[in-house]
């Protein structure tokens, strides 16, 4: 019995880059309701972290803590493993 389908061989997606030439201008940005951004100015008066700003104690907290000669295959020079 012959298939019921037809075969048809690979198929390939085409990406066609945006013309380089035509600088198409940026959509316009929300703004966030008068409320929101009262709150968030009264977080910032009190040196809370806002949402989408840096936060530098964040980045101090998730960086990886790494001892010296940890993985240089060299001993620790302190010799306590830290």
Do not use: C, K, N
Request: net charge positive; proline share 20%; aromatic share 8%.
């Amino acid at each position: 019995m012959p298939p019921t389908y037809s075969t048809i061989g690979r198929q390939r997606r085409v990406f066609v880059p945006p013309p380089t030439g035509a600088a198409l201008p940026a959509p316009p940005q929300p703004q966030d309701p008068p409320i929101y951004r009262d709150l968030m100015r009264t977080w910032a008066d009190r040196g809370r972290t806002l949402p989408g700003r840096h936060d530098p104690e964040w980045v101090r907290l998730a960086a990886p803590q790494v001892a010296t000669g940890q993985f240089s295959g060299f001993p620790d020079p302190r010799g306590d493993g830290r």
